[in-house]
Every structure is written in structure tokens, then in C-alpha cells.
């Protein structure tokens, strides 16, 4: 049977993906297993490992002499990172760099002016950490990237998180008022716990490639998220899906069925996910200057939608997929139309799903 994932024992916020070999210890990314909450296993591990190599048979008197040498390297290493750590407080050209980015917006400077704040050398490193994609600075670099924390988790303690500018969100979907009109006058089973469905795979696709949200993602990662999500979402990615879930549960038991290896604990983190997804935000954290769809309770479902029909319509090109955002669009006005009251029950409903799984958890 494969091993149920569960929560980085690190960080606590993503899905753990590699267990540590020496402590057995779940974690997420090689900026987790490198911590320094880690360190003591992580450094073991690697010294390991290269007087391992040296060991084994048979290696020529040159290749022997190498791995000494880089055990020895590794050695010096460590000893001399607190020195060299202290070293760059009083290093001028570390100030000169802070001084000169110090009145850069690092999240909205453009890329020229961050280039223009770098000296001659430290283009000439940053140049030679990218041409070596392979590289460890480059692989701490990705590794760091891909840490990052869901946008929903990073505003979840924000007052004003509408004009929150430490948090890249994503853009509101804009949904007609014709079309909300339209989805209150339907009859027939309601959708709102399809949208739990969707609101419970967002979480865990942008959880398990350790994402900031689907636009954050890299090129290279993008086939494998979208198989990801038309494996979990066919009633939103096949044309013709005519599925509709019934009940809190049953959404749950779907989705579970198709990931048998999630731990419990894992589904709890989801199901918490997805209240602050779907469940409309209190009034009173709305920023008052805060307009359109972000002044609206259902605003966080929104940026969900908003994110998953663009990465769809970005991934329309090697398939067609036209007809998703379409469909979100109208999962959206669905959301819109319903009474708040409703979601009143709907966190009741889900609750109680968070119960069942934590029992789970603790057998």
C-alpha cells in the first residue's frame, strides 16, 4: 500500500513530498530539509553519503583523493559558516547593496532597476548561477521559490487584505450581474458543493507544487499541474459532465477517492483550506476602500476562480479547454446568488467533515 502524505514536519504548511532518511522525518522541499531546525540531520546526511562513496570499491587512487578532499572542503565548510556569516555584517559592498535597494518596492520594482542596484561582480555571480540551472545556488534558489505559502494562508491574518501589497493575490473573477440574476432564477440541484469540490483540488494542487497560486508556477511544472487538475475536476474539464455533488460528504468521498495515498491529516489542512476559500469574509476585514468584486464577501472564491480559469486558458493551447472558464464563470455567479444564510449550514457541513477526518487520524 503506498504511504499516506501528509504535512510538511517543517514548515506545517505544505504537502510533504520525501521523507528524511536518517530521522524519518515527512518534508516538502530541499529548503525544508536544509533548515536549520534540520541541520543536524541534513549535514550527517551529506557527510555521509560522500564517506560512503569514498568507501566503496573500486575507485582509482585520483577519485579517492577527490572525495577526500571534498569531505575535507565540507569539513572546513562548517566550521568556518559562522565566521564567514559574521563577516558579511561588515562587509561594504554587502551594505553598498542594501543602501542602494533600499528604496526598491521588491515586489513591484521593475526588473532593470533591480539589475541596475547590482555591481559588476554580483551581475557577474547572478549570471553564472543561472547558467548552471543544476547548480546547488540555483536548486536553494527554485527550492526557496517553491516554498512559498498559499496566497489565501499568507492574507488569512491580513485586516486590510484587498489592498494587502506583501501578498501577490489574484485578481477577482469579474461575473456579470445578467449571469447572477440567471443563476438565482435556475431550478434544480444546486452547484455550491461542486464549487467546494473545486475549492477543495485549488487547494491541494497549489499545495502540492508548493505555489503562491497556479499563475506563480514555472513553465516546466504546468503539464503535470493540469494533469493534476483534469484528473481531479472531470465534471469542470470534460464538455459534457453533467455531475453534480449532493452533499459535503460526497464531495469529500470523491475527492478522496482519487488521492487513496492523503493521509488524514492532510484532509483536514484541505477542508480548513477551503472554508477560507469558500466561505463568505467577514465584513468587517474588508478594507473600506476596497471596490467591485473586492468589496464582495465571496471575494477569496473569486480570486480562486479567477486564478484556475487562467491557468486554463493559458493551457488551452496544447488542448482544448475552451469550455472551462466558461464553466468557472458560472460556478462564480452560482456562488454569487446564494442567500449567506446558506453557508451558515455549509460551514456546519463541513465541520463535521473535519471531525470524521480527524478521527481518522488519530487510529
Known amino acids: 500500500m503506498e504511504e499516506s502524505r501528509g504535512v510538511c514536519s517543517i514548515c506545517r504548511r505544505q504537502v510533504a513530498k520525501y521523507t528524511c532518511p536518517k530521522c524519518n522525518l515527512p518534508y ?117 521559490e517553491t516554498s512559498s505559502v498559499p496566497w489565501w494562508a499568507a492574507v488569512e491574518d491580513t485586516e486590510d487584505e484587498a489592498n494587502s501589497n506583501h501578498v501577490r493575490l489574484p485578481e477577482p473573477l469579474h461575473v456579470d450581474i445578467a449571469l447572477v440574476n440567471k443563476a438565482q432564477a435556475m431550478t434544480g440541484p444546486p452547484l455550491l458543493y461542486n464549487v467546494l469540490a473545486l475549492c477543495i483540488v485549488y487547494a491541494h494542487t497549489v499545495r502540492t507544487y508548493a505555489l503562491i497560486s497556479l499563475s506563480a508556477s514555472l513553465p516546466l511544472d504546468r503539464p503535470a499541474i493540469l494533469q493534476t487538475l483534469s484528473e481531479l475536476l472531470p465534471f469542470i474539464v470534460e464538455r459534457r459532465s453533467t455531475s453534480v455533488f449532493a452533499s459535503v460528504e460526497e464531495a469529500v468521498a470523491f475527492f478522496w477517492s482519487r488521492n487513496a495515498s492523503l493521509s488524514a491529516q492532510h484532509m483536514v489542512q484541505l477542508l480548513d483550506d477551503a472554508k477560507e476559500l469558500l466561505l463568505p469574509v467577514p465584513v468587517s476585514v474588508i478594507s473600506t476602500s476596497a471596490e467591485g468584486e473586492d468589496a464582495m464577501p465571496q471575494h477569496r472564491t473569486l480570486r480562486m476562480l479567477s486564478d484556475l480559469s487562467s491557468f486554463f486558458t493559458a493551457a488551452s493551447a496544447p488542448k482544448p479547454l475552451a469550455h472551462v472558464p466558461p464553466k468557472l464563470l458560472f460556478y462564480g455567479a452560482h456562488a454569487l446568488a446564494q442567500p449567506l444564510q446558506v453557508f451558515s449550514l455549509l460551514r456546519a457541513e463541513i465541520d463535521a467533515q473535519v471531525v470524521t477526518a480527524e478521527s481518522k487520524r488519530e487510529r
Open 28 to 144: 516538502c522541499s530541499l529548503s525544508c530539509f536544509r533548515s536549520e531546525t534540520h541541520m543536524q540531520c541534513s549535514e550527517t546526511f551529506y557527510k555521509r553519503e560522500v564517506e560512503t562513496d569514498i568507501l566503496s570499491a573500486p575507485k582509482s587512487d585520483k577519485e579517492r583523493r577527490d572525495m577526500l578532499a571534498l569531505l575535507q572542503r565540507f569539513e572546513e565548510t562548517n566550521n568556518e559558516e559562522d565566521a564567514t556569516n559574521n563577516a558579511l555584517l561588515d562587509d561594504p559592498d554587502g551594505a553598498d547593496l542594501a543602501e542602494r535597494i533600499a528604496g526598491l518596492d521588491l515586489d513591484a520594482a521593475d526588473t532593470d532597476d533591480l539589475w541596475e542596484a547590482l555591481d559588476k561582480d554580483q551581475r557577474q555571480r547572478f549570471l553564472e548561477i543561472i547558467r548552471n540551472a543544476d547548480g546547488v545556488p540555483a536548486r536553494e534558489l527554485l527550492a526557496e
